[in-house]
């Protein structure tokens, strides 16, 4: 491994899986007093640190790892040392058809669930490549290096429009893509980050356009990584074949963690630890629940447990999981309740619903997909294993169930009768595990 070159030690150092581990990780200061805040404004805050927050699991290492290899392999091509670097800055290279600048890289296409963490972990890229500053010749200023180039293309579906509005070089007729490459090259980018790729397939041609751009990114030579949610993904399988042969020969397929690993309570963890006064939850016992609640989705889990927390402020209690269980019911979580549901239907029939591609990743590119059919079966089991069970209570241990559940808040402003509630808790709960003591002689 050179220490000599600092393009290409930069990114190599990272190749170490601890210290990539260490600089991706983000974790923001929590929230101390979250009684005397306001309630939107606590919501807000919550929001916004679990925006800024980031575990690096063992898969996000894994991808960040294939990505970074590739940046430091296509740096030791490329910048060979100060002497070749000055010679391509100041010498023009339009027509060296030698140059290493010239040629034609292909996307690395990372695609998955949306609210999966792709976003998230394309910022954690970004922020673990450190910019350098280099001397590379006397009587000259340092070169710095920057880290890698992030960018969301949005509704700009023209390539010439994402290199204007991102590199700022002016457009000319002529050596406009070249104008870009000679400053990528001279600010030493090792790295194109592109998110938000989707918004750019709104039109009636989109799935053209998205091709397009896709593969118009490649002109600039140097490694770029691809955003996709599986709705842009299915429609590009459909391109014909030498397209889809140049823009996903690099594929690679985010898909949520097992929620039964270290990984999926240690990112649980690192929520809780943003407001670690308002939480009552048992990871290890309630992490299995809480993916069934969002399919994995870390944007669902935010949702969840921000609404958790404007529930719990308003009434001056803790986030339990029965907080939580009302949420999930709740019209401010209905839409991510019901692309939950898809998911795990669509794992059990193993294809899409009509018009839902976007929650369904093609089995031929997900090494997994035993594993998440065996998930939906089970949740789809216990969903129904809980259905009968409350089919076999009679009318009043249907209500009692229903005041047990509204108790099992717990609430910071108890009143002197805590003592009778608790006996009468303890009653209706022998009177529940004698129902499902029946229920389960029955099976």
Not at 18 to 27: A, D, F, P, Y
Not at 155 to 175: E, I
Not at 230 to 241: A, I, N
């Amino acid at each position: 491994m050179s220490t000599a070159n600092p393009w290409v030690s930069r990114l190599s150092n990272l190749l170490d899986r601890q210290t990539l581990k260490k600089s991706m990780e983000l974790t923001p200061i929590p929230i101390d007093s979250p009684w005397e805040m306001e309630l939107s404004d606590l919501c807000k805050e919550f929001e916004v640190k679990c925006d800024n927050s980031f575990y690096p699991t063992e898969q996000s290492i894994d991808i960040a790892l294939r990505i970074i290899g590739e940046a430091a392999s296509h740096a030791k091509r490329t910048y060979p040392g100060p002497n070749e670097f000055i010679r391509l800055v100041y010498e023009p290279v339009e027509n060296d058809e030698s140059a290493v600048i010239t040629k034609f890289h292909c996307p690395i296409v990372l695609t998955g669930l949306a609210g999966l963490g792709k976003s998230s972990l394309l910022l954690a890229i970004r922020r673990s490549i450190p910019e350098v500053s280099v001397k590379v010749a006397n009587n000259h200023p340092n070169f710095k290096l920057s880290s890698a180039k992030y960018f969301e293309v949005g509704d700009r579906a023209v390539l010439n429009k994402v290199l204007v509005d991102v590199f700022k070089v002016k457009k000319t007729r002529t050596n406009f893509i070249q104008l870009v490459k000679e400053s990528i090259y001279t600010k030493s980018i090792p790295l194109l980050l592109v998110d938000e790729f989707q918004f750019s397939a709104t039109s009636s041609d989109a799935n053209t356009m998205s091709s397009k751009l896709l593969l118009g990114l490649g002109l600039l030579n140097i490694p770029y990584v691809c955003s996709l949610n599986f709705s842009l993904f299915h429609k590009l399988l459909k391109r014909p074949q030498e397209e889809r042969d140049r823009a996903l020969a690099n594929v690679i397929v985010m898909i949520p963690e097992d929620p039964k690993s270290k990984c999926w309570q240690l990112t649980i963890g690192k929520l809780l630890e943003i407001i670690p006064t308002m939480f009552r939850l048992d990871i290890n016992n309630d992490s299995e629940r809480l993916f069934q609640m969002t399919a994995g989705r870390n944007r669902a889990l935010v949702k969840l447990l921000m609404e958790g927390v404007r529930v719990a402020a308003k009434s001056k209690s803790l986030v339990t999981m029965s907080t939580l269980e009302k949420v999930y019911l709740s019209k401010e979580y209905a839409t991510l309740r019901q692309d939950t549901e898809l998911i795990y239907q669509q794992a059990i029939l193993g294809k899409p619903m009509r018009g839902r591609s976007d929650l369904y990743c093609p089995a031929e590119y997900v090494d997994e997909s035993n594993r998440q059919k065996n998930e939906a079966i089970e949740y789809r089991n216990q969903q129904a294993a809980q259905v009968e069970l409350l089919s076999t209570l009679s009318v009043l241990e249907r209500q009692n169930l229903v005041s047990f559940q509204k108790d099992t808040s717990l609430n910071l402003s108890a009143d002197m009768d805590a003592p009778k509630k608790k006996k009468e808790k303890k009653a209706l709960t022998k009177s529940l595990e004698e129902s499902t003591r029946d229920f389960l002689s029955q099976l």
